[in-house]
């Protein structure tokens, strides 16, 4: 039986992660956060000590991690044994998960680990490259993007609410750099699928980006 899949890219900050979660609850499928596991590669080679500008040592870093998930209404991510939720969300975290995102070695044994979050009765996928590389067979595909003003915004708001510190004007520049990096990559860059619906998110609610997306069901 085949298993439908949604696929939600586009770039940090767009709403992806809050209207995958909204769907796949609707919908009762399962949720792949795919930033999640970059960002837990990069904890992880942090742990590990290595040169996260080495392929190989990265590389190998992604083929010994034992990840395990908690998609209870927060995420809850084991890394090793160890919660390592709370790391996630820092933008030194996104940064490092950046930089060894763009090793096509890394992103190839990261395929599979993505693609075993296809199972029935559905999977709602959210990431840079879901409909363009890891479920090219996706039933339908969304790219959701917004201005980088409006998304260094939430992003903000998001870290104040997690009680992190942060700086706007310091998120708004990082949050380019790794537009930049994320789309100029040559290994899987983040790019409109071809069969993709864009949704620009900037003056939406983010009830109404969800109404959006279920309505492209048919
Ligand atoms: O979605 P996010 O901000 O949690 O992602 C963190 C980083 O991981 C992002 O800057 C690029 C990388 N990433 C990727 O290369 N491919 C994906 N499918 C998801 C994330």
């Known amino acids: 039986m085949t298993v439908p899949v949604l696929t939600i890219d586009g770039p940090s900050g767009a709403g992806k992660g809050t209207v995958s979660r909204a769907v796949a609850r609707k919908l009762d499928w399962n949720y792949l956060d795919s930033g999640s596991i970059y960002r837990s590669l990069a904890v992880a080679a942090l742990v590990a000590g290595v040169d996260i500008n ?13 990840l395990a998930f908690d998609c209870g209404d ?8 160890e919660n390592i939720t709370s790391q996630l969300p820092l933008e030194s975290t996104a940064k490092v998960a950046s930089i060894v995102a763009a090793w096509p070695e890394v992103r190839r044994v990261l ?6 979050f296809k199972v029935l009765p559905g999977l709602v996928a959210d990431g840079r490259d879901m409909g363009t590389v ?10 959701l993007t917004a201005s980088a ?35 100029e990559r040559a290994s899987a860059p983040l790019k409109i699928a071809e069969d993709a619906v864009l949704i620009d998110s900037s ?3 983010i009830e109404s980006v969800i109404a959006e997306v279920l309505a492209l069901f048919p």
């Open 111 to 116: 395929l599979q680990k993505q693609r075993d």
């Open 74 to 81: 927060e995420l809850t991510v084991f890394l090793n044994g």
């Open 54 to 66: 080495d392929e190989p040592s990265v590389t190998a870093v992604a083929e010994e991690m034992k």
């Open 203 to 205: 003056s939406m609610s």
């Open 134 to 143: 890891v479920f090219p067979e996706a039933t339908i595909k969304v790219f």
């Open 149 to 183: 003003e409006e998304r260094a915004l939430r992003r903000y708001k998001q870290l104040k609410e997690k009680g992190i510190d942060a700086n706007l004007a310091q998120i708004t520049c990082e949050i380019e750099e790794r537009d930049r990096r994320d789309s």
